[in-house]
């Protein structure tokens, strides 16, 4: 199936919806507002996202294709929204050019390109390729609020980043719930996980407007005389900007598993190169890699190694051996997490194998390499790649956020750390290990 043929598809189904055709009667006559435009976005990356996913296995080119048909929506998409966003501030006065927001090319080129993924099966990309489709042409429009709210509080314009959630929202939720100037909103206030259903709008005094969802409702000012904003010392903002950063509804209430560990498992593992695959010091060759889950009798085997893999506090994680493809000799061992509620992979240790460490080590790239395993397999539970890990000391933390991009949490752990997604991406990028 050619790009030409899925777009047909596409547009069939969008003639055929008569929502779609009525909002854009709306826009072309000049009556839309934004909570029309959120609708239509919302409705058209639906059909997109499953017209891609029905026909994946019969478009040509997979990747090129996919990547095209993000690119033509986020111009699309931003189009519409230029057009609606000019109408509404010719009625109310206003000079304001829109702003077109920023392609994400990176993070839309990393998603087309795992739609071609040989190591995972058909049902994995198929999956992919409908919520990844249908969660990146949603953030276009959220991508462009967001940076026309800047402009216009910019311009003068009295502007509030509100976020409220609901009674039933995960801890994460609840904590970067608020009513904030605009400036000093928390950086992910913007940001929603898998079945979210937090409202997040933009106030400026005479209207506000709901970014996600088709809801719009006059207000009145906050008086001044009512509001009274939060003071906070300098301790208590980096301590709420720290507990920003806790994504996908990590907490330290003792209900999270991945805070409550406890133990002698602190990360120490040194990233001495990034190669595609494993590097031979002697030759500098490059040798091909695989991984599989390490069987108990591969654990009884092993000598010399630092850490007890055979440890009773490992016994609920999944362990994973990286060998080159032509021996079954372990060059590491990573042992992971699963914590479905949280939406992430805990990496409760990794480590080379004894002939892979000092000066005299056989190969460069194991480290990468084991950390890597763990973003495919965060990325196959569709976590994105998200992981989190305990540095054993400041200089690994250091090392960690220098080699990884990786973000220091400090707590309840004090070197707490965690690999977001879009670097997550970057590490699979680099390596070529195949799964056994």
């Known amino acids: 199936m050619t790009y030409e043929e899925l777009k047909a598809l596409s547009e069939q189904r969008l003639e055929k919806n008569p929502k779609i055709q009525s909002l854009l009667e709306k826009i072309v006559s000049g009556t839309a507002n934004l909570s029309d435009t959120a609708e239509y976005s919302n409705l058209v990356s639906s059909i997109l996202s499953y017209t891609v996913k029905r026909n994946i296995a019969d478009i040509e080119n997979a990747e090129e294709i996919t990547d095209k048909l993000l690119h033509d929506h986020y111009e699309h998409i931003n189009s519409i929204l230029a057009q609606v966003q000019s109408a509404l501030d010719n009625k109310n006065g206003l000079h304001i050019k829109p702003q077109k927001a920023v392609f994400p090319k990176e993070r839309v080129n990393k998603f087309s390109h795992s739609l071609i993924d040989p190591t995972v099966p058909f049902e994995t990309i198929q999956r992919r390729a409908g919520s990844g489709i249908e969660t990146i042409c949603r953030s276009f429009h959220d991508d462009y609020i967001k940076a026309n709210a800047e402009v216009r509080h910019n311009a003068g314009l009295k502007c509030y980043i509100v976020r409220t959630s609901s009674g039933k929202c995960c801890d994460w939720c609840k904590r970067i719930a608020g009513r904030y100037v605009y ?32 809801k719009k409702w006059e207000v009145k000012e906050t008086p001044k005389e009512k509001f009274i904003p939060k003071s906070l010392t300098p301790q208590q903002a980096r301590q709420i900007q720290s507990e920003n950063l806790r994504y996908k509804g990590l907490t330290s209430d003792g209900n999270n598993g991945i805070i409550k560990s406890e133990g002698d498992r602190k990360m120490n593992l040194i990233i001495d190169k990034f190669t595609p695959c494993l590097e031979n010091t002697e030759t500098g060759e490059l ?20 850490f007890n893999w055979l440890d009773k506090e490992l016994e609920y994680t999944e362990i994973y051996k990286l060998c080159v493809a032509s021996d079954k000799n372990i060059q590491g061992l990573v042992a992971v997490t699963d914590f479905k509620r949280d939406m992430a992979v805990y990496v409760n240790i990794a480590e080379s194998a004894p002939h892979n460490l000092g000066k005299n080590k056989k190969f460069n790239g194991v ?70």
């Not at 040798?287 to 630092?306: C, F, H, I, M």
């Not at 084991?370 to 973003?375: C, M, R, W």
């Not at 400090?410 to 990028?429: C, Q, S, T, V």
């Open 183 to 214: 400036g000093s909103e928390p950086k992910d206030v913007y940001r929603r996980h898998d079945n979210c259903d937090c409202t997040c709008i933009f106030e400026n005094g005479r209207q506000r407007q709901d970014v996600w969802s088709p």
């Open 287 to 306: 040798v091909p890699t695989v991984y599989e889950r390490a069987s108990r009798n591969d654990l009884l085997q092993l000598k010399g190694w630092n």
């Open 367 to 436: 480290g990468g390499h084991l950390f890597a395993i763990a973003a495919k397999i965060s990325f196959e539970k569709g976590y994105g790649g998200f992981l989190f890990m305990d540095a054993k000391n400041t200089d690994l933390v250091k090392h960690y956020s220098k080699t990884l991009n990786a973000v220091l949490l400090g707590r309840p752990h004090p070197y707490r750390m965690f690999i977001d997604e879009e670097n997550a991406m970057k590490l699979l990028d680099t390596y070529t290990f195949e799964e056994g």
